[in-house]
């Protein structure tokens, strides 16, 4: 056992001693026991509808459904954004929001198997686990409206069906159209291979596409008529490489047109680019940097350049009062056990991983200690933050993936369609409801959570690089 788990028992242990359970927390516990088989079902439809980023018809229309059945209002496409929607109950002071994502990721394709098995090779899959996170979340918004209802709370709760998480940044456009202007606390998690309050992180991130234009011609009879658009770009590459940023921030990029044919000098090539700093401050620097090389890349050949801003997130705002409730909540509701066919597949899967990628089985069944984030941590983006520089916010991570098992994986993917993943959604559903209802049921919570949100936020104003004016774009996937 590693020293983090045997913190994290000892942890346990105290919260069963100090954190005795509730009736309220065990009456919603209950239900969504109660509601929880319902749900799995929904997180399997969605995990094989996989549908891309902003084309989740499908999946976006069965959460709807199941929440206009449990009587919830619906707004659908808000935001410019079809596949985005709010679901309503109650009225009043506060206004609880839960987060639900439910977009797949490309060429990730794959059966619930612990080997390489695609449904259908090339096509997409949740090996981001958004299947689960969106269908734990309308669990989660289900259990607590029904437990509202019973015991007469007021208040409002939504829930929001956020599109393209991954690279479409459906939630910084719906922050644009003002629809978290008047939301208290907003609870969102995600798919893990542990349990865990995360209270801020996540990188700031701009992605853009950077076009080079230069001069066809004949690459042997008349080179000398040329620009070549793809030598800008291969010196922009080099120009960045040969950067000086901070160890914690991350640059990558593709070479997403590198010309025609090699007879013919690419009169536009095009290089795709993300940057990713703990602090948006930072990243603005870095990014004044790589528009300097991209210009110096043009300077050297020629060429003129074309600079495009695809898209744009925030770190997460971390809010200290909230992440005190949800790791006591967390603690609470606990972890769960592997059964022996479960035990069977995650050793199976962990024997696909690198050397030393397997981490302790036991990581399922515990909690971790709440700590501070620590920004050279590995980490990577959502536009969860940009919810989180507006909104008080706190979320969770829940142990639907094999230990050692990583996002944006086959592995991943395969954990989702299957009951460890199902299993994990349930420990996020409980954990956001019974936080949720601590909040309907505390206004001092509120009331701390939003002191802390102004403490945070002093002398900082939200912004984002995506141009003002700029729509959702639908088809980011094409251009
Ligand atoms: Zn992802
Ligand atoms: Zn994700």
Redesign the pocket.
């Known amino acids: 056992m590693s020293p983090i788990s045997s913190v994290s028992c000892l942890s346990l242990a105290l919260a069963a001693s100090v954190w005795a359970q509730t009736p309220a927390h065990k009456q919603i516990i209950d239900m969504v026991n109660r509601h929880s088989a319902v749900y799995m079902q929904v997180s399997k439809s969605i995990w094989e509808y996989a549908e891309l980023g902003y084309h989740e018809e499908k999946s976006s229309a069965l959460l709807q459904r199941h929440l206009q059945e449990a009587g919830f209002r619906i707004q659908a496409g808000v935001a410019d954004e079809p596949t985005a929607f709010i679901a309503t109950y109650g009225q009043g002071k506060p206004v609880i929001a839960i987060l639900g994502?439910f977009d797949a990721l490309p060429g990730l394709s794959q059966a619930a198997a612990p080997d390489r098995s695609p449904v259908v090779e090339g096509a997409p899959g949740h090996g981001?686990?958004?299947n689960l996170?969106g269908s734990a979340a309308a669990l989660a918004a289900v259990s607590l409206k029904e437990y509202m209802e019973a015991a007469h709370i007021a208040g409002t709760l939504r829930y929001y069906g956020t599109p393209a998480?991954?690279g479409g940044d459906g939630k910084v456009y719906m922050v644009r159209a003002g629809l978290f202007r008047d939301v208290d606390v907003v609870l969102h998690w995600?798919p893990a291979d542990r349990n865990s309050v995360t209270n801020g992180g996540a990188l700031a991130i701009t992605s853009a596409k950077f076009l080079f234009h230069g001069v066809a011609a004949h690459a042997a009879f008349a080179p000398e008529r040329g620009r070549s658009a793809l030598d800008a770009v291969m010196l922009m590459g080099t120009g960045i490489e040969r950067e000086h940023i901070p160890s914690n921030a991350r640059i990558h990029y593709i070479i997403s047109n590198g010309g025609a044919a090699p007879n013919v000098v690419p009169d536009k090539a095009e290089l795709f680019l993300y940057a990713r700093s703990p602090s948006l401050d930072t990243l603005d620097g870095i990014w004044a940097r790589i528009e300097k090389i991209g210009q110096g890349a043009a300077l050297m050949t020629e060429t003129t350049l074309e600079t495009r801003i695809l898209g744009s997130d925030n770190n997460i705002v971390p809010n200290d009062a909230l992440a005190k409730v949800a790791q006591r909540n967390l603690e609470e509701v606990g972890g769960f056990q592997y059964t022996a066919e479960e035990k069977h597949f995650a050793q199976a899967l962990q024997a696909s991983l690198p050397p030393g990628g397997a981490a302790d089985l036991g990581l399922a069944a515990s909690i971790q200690p709440l700590r501070k984030v620590d920004p050279n941590q590995p980490s990577a983006s959502?536009d969860v933050g940009d919810v989180s520089w507006n909104v008080p916010t706190i979320g969770f991570i829940a142990a639907t993936f094999v230990p050692g098992v990583v996002?944006h994986t086959w592995q991943a993917a395969a954990c989702a369609g299957m009951s460890i993943g199902q299993k994990g959604m349930v420990v996020a559903a409980k954990s956001l409801a019974v936080t949720g209802a601590d909040l309907f049921t505390n206004p001092q919570l509120v009331e701390d959570a939003k002191q802390d949100f102004a403490r945070k936020m002093a002398g900082q104003t939200y912004k984002s690089e995506i141009p003002a004016g700029q729509k959702p774009p639908l088809d980011y996937r094409a251009r």
Do not use: A, I, S, V
Request: aromatic content about 0%; some cysteine; charged content about 30%.
């Open positions: 994502e981001c686990g958004h996170l998480e991954e995600h959502t996002p």
